[in-house]
């Protein structure tokens, strides 16, 4: 199975992308600054997103909330189509309506990002992500403001749904008490000691188990998963206006030049290039 990385950019508030794969795949973990949907429409994907693993099969939808960090592994035994829509937390704020960003509170809301529509709501939901799909490749004039309305209309069907979803999933969706714990406090902790070590002793775990089952269950390393969510606490400062030095201190790099490497690895530039610019983002498409 190949291990695959690809960058993108999203300068515009939001791109949908509508592709197929025949191959295996395995995308290296990763995060972005923006809102992600993945909509299944043909084959079997595994995503593993903040420390629980998601097994969509056709007409799931799948949202990542900006900053949580995911990973997907494709199987090649059928075809795997999806629409996948990025979207700016942003562009969603210039209105007035709070509905626009349930879709992306509901994870963090329910503790799962799967959603399983029913056969009516799937086929008018699909339509409209089609429709905003159609109109942005068209060429007449107000196409551009026609896929924006039926966008919106999307996320506003979609919250409203998500509203009143107490679906059951059965093993569609696989997480950990425990383990989430793990990542709940590295999440409000990271200016603290963060190593295995530590983490061992804070939880009354063996080192040895607890790579094992990071990994297992984020997708990632300790190391990997801690940078990441560093790096963006770090991002988040300074788009925020904070100093750099002083956002990679609060965000937990007490080596400035070990955060300097870290970060052009992960974006592609200096950080002082995150104010008023738009990066390149790590895509797991």
Not at 8 to 13: I, K, N, P, T, V
Not at 37 to 58: A, K, W
Request: hydrophobic share 40%.
């Amino acid at each position: 199975m190949a291990s695959v990385t690809r960058r993108g950019y999203l300068h515009e508030a939001y791109r949908l992308f509508h592709s197929t794969d025949r191959m295996d795949m395995d995308f290296q973990s990763h995060s972005h600054d923006f809102h992600k949907i993945v909509l299944c429409l043909e084959g079997h994907v595994t995503y593993i997103m903040e420390g629980t693993t998601y097994s969509l099969r056709p007409w799931d939808i799948l949202i990542i909330p900006e900053h949580q960090i995911h990973r997907s592994i494709l199987h090649a035994a059928q075809a795997y189509e999806r629409i996948i829509l990025w979207i700016q937390d942003s562009f969603l704020r210039s209105f007035s309506e709070p509905m626009l960003r349930y879709a992306f509170e509901w994870p963090l809301l329910q503790g799962r990002g799967l959603f399983r529509p029913d056969e009516k709501n799937r086929s008018e939901l699909i339509e409209t992500l089609l429709n905003v799909e159609r109109n942005q490749k068209a060429s007449f004039a107000g196409h551009a403001l026609l896929a924006d309305t039926y966008l919106l209309q999307f996320l506003l069907a979609l919250g409203r749904l998500l509203e009143r979803d107490h679906a059951a999933l059965g093993n569609a969706v696989r997480s950990d008490p425990k383990f989430n714990g793990i990542l709940g406090y590295i999440n409000g902790h990271l200016d603290e000691e963060l190593s295995i070590d530590a983490l061992s002793r804070r939880f009354y775990i063996s080192t040895s188990y607890l790579m094992h089952e990071f990994k297992r269950h984020a997708g990632c390393t300790v190391h990997q998963y801690v940078q990441q969510k560093r790096l963006t606490e770090a991002a988040a400062r300074i788009r925020a206006g904070d100093a750099v030095l002083a956002a990679s201190q609060a965000a937990g790099f007490s080596d400035y030049s070990a955060f300097l490497k870290a970060f052009r690895k992960q974006y592609g530039c200096v950080p002082s290039a995150l104010r008023g610019k738009a990066v390149p983002m790590p895509d797991g498409r």
